[in-house]
C-alpha cells in the first residue's frame, strides 16, 4: 500500500523494495528509538528519501546504494553523541539536497560527514564542534557552508567544491588533501586556511583565501602541489 504510514522512517525504508522507491516523510522530529536513532539505507537503488522540514535526531546511514536521493530541504540531521552523523559507504551516485548536516559532540571521533564517494552535495550546511569531513573522494559540493572549531576539511580527496563557504572558527580550513581537489569560487577561512602534515595537492580559482590569526598558508615539506588562479590569498599580522 503506497499510502501506509509509518511510526518511524526505518520502518518505512524496510518495507519498500529494494529500487524506485520513494519515502515521503511528514514534518516533524524523529528519534528513532527501535534503532538507536539511526536510520540506515542498504542496498537500495533509485530510491528517494523526502525529509523536508524534518529534524532526525541522530544519524544516518547509506551502504551498498546507488541512485539515493535525499531531500532535507529546511530540514537538519543532528547528532550529540560521539558518531558521525552522515555515513556513507560503498556506494554510489548518492545525491543530498539542502538543510543541516550537525554534529554537537566535542569528542575527537565526531564529524558531520564521513568515507563519501561520488557523492553530490547541494545547499547543505555541515556544523561541527569537533571536524567537519574525513575520508572523502570524488565527491561533488555546490553552494554548501562548511563551519567547524577544529580542521573544517580533512583527507578529502579528488573533490570539486563550488561556491562554498569553509571555515574553522578556532583551527585549520583545509588540511591534508592527498589528491587534487578543485575550488572554485569558494571562500575559506582559519586560523590558517591551508596547511598540510603530509601530501597537499588542490587547484584554486576566483577563491578567497585568509589567515584569520596567522599566515594564509603553512605548507611543510616538498609535498605540496599547489595551484592559484585569481585567488585573494590574506594572512594575519600583528
Do not use: W
Not at 106 to 112: D, E, L, Q
Request: aromatic share 10%; with cysteine.
Amino acid at each position: 500500500n503506497p499510502l501506509k504510514p509509518f511510526l518511524t522512517i526505518q520502518a518505512a525504508i524496510n518495507a519498500l523494495p529494494s529500487s524506485n522507491a520513494i519515502v515521503k516523510v511528514l514534518g516533524g522530529t524523529y528519534s528513532e528509538v527501535p534503532t538507536s536513532g539511526v536510520v540506515t539505507i542498504t542496498a537500495k537503488s533509485f530510491f528517494i528519501l523526502e525529509m523536508s522540514g524534518c529534524i532526525l535526531n541522530g544519524r544516518m546511514v547509506i551502504t551498498a546504494s546507488s541512485s539515493v536521493f535525499v531531500n532535507l530541504k529546511s530540514g537538519k540531521i543532528l547528532n550529540t553523541g560521539n558518531s558521525r552523523t552522515l555515513l556513507i559507504s560503498g556506494g554510489s551516485n548518492i545525491q543530498i539536497n539542502g538543510g543541516e548536516i550537525e554534529n554537537t559532540s566535542s569528542s575527537t571521533n565526531s564529524y558531520s560527514l564521513t568515507n563519501a564517494s561520488n557523492s553530490t552535495f547541494f545547499n547543505v550546511r555541515f556544523n561541527s564542534q569537533f571536524r567537519n569531513t574525513i575520508d572523502l573522494s570524488n565527491c561533488k559540493f555546490s553552494d554548501c557552508k562548511f563551519d567547524s572549531l577544529d580542521v573544517s576539511l580533512f583527507r578529502t580527496n579528488s573533490s570539486n567544491f563550488h561556491s562554498c563557504e569553509i571555515e574553522s572558527q578556532n583551527s585549520i580550513g583545509l588540511q591534508t588533501q592527498n589528491a587534487p581537489n578543485i575550488f572554485e569560487y569558494c571562500d575559506i577561512k582559519g586560523t590558517a586556511a591551508l596547511t598540510n602534515e603530509g601530501n597537499f595537492q588542490g587547484y584554486f580559482y576566483d577563491s578567497r583565501i585568509e589567515g584569520k590569526t596567522s599566515a594564509a598558508m603553512a605548507i611543510k615539506g616538498t609535498s605540496a602541489e599547489l595551484f592559484f588562479k585569481d585567488c585573494d590569498i590574506i594572512g594575519f599580522t600583528d
